[in-house]
Nanobody, 117 residues
Framework: QVQLVESGGGLVQPGGSLRLSCSAS????????MRWYRQAPGKERELVAS????????NYADSVKGRFTFSRDNAKNTVYLQMNSLKPEDTARYYC??????????WGQGTQVTVSS
């Protein structure tokens, strides 16, 4: 069965760093674009970053550009989100998404990131 398992979240002080991981199984990972979304309490889920199936193309929300780096290791079926210079407004639950089409669209359970002093 399809699984996306996020890890790496936690509590960090403003200005700190975290690296999120998302391990995929149950589908042909190398044919899927991948995305990280986040959702803060009382807010809509927002797209944070995306990466093409090859890993050559990445896109970022303006709010994280220059601070977050999205990468993938197709040999390990894993994507990573390196988050630097974290701000309190980055606090949210972060979700990994694999999408090839409307029919083939998978989500993980999320990992909580809390940025607070």
């Amino acid at each position: 069965q399809v699984q996306l398992v996020e890890s790496g979240g936690g509590l960090v002080q403003p200005g700190g760093s975290l690296r999120l991981s998302c391990s995929a199984s149950g589908f042909t990972f190398t044919t899927y674009d991948m995305r990280w979304y986040r959702q803060a309490p009382g807010k809509e889920r927002e797209l944070v970053a995306s990466i093409s199936s090859s890993g050559r193309i990445t896109n970022y929300a303006d709010s994280v550009k220059g601070r977050f780096t999205f990468s993938r290791d197709n040999a390990k079926n894993t994507v990573y989100l390196q988050m630097n210079s974290l701000k309190p407004e980055d606090t949210a639950r972060y979700y990994c998404n694999a999408r090839r089409s409307a029919k083939y669209d998978y989500w993980g359970q999320g990992t909580q990131v809390t940025v607070s002093s």
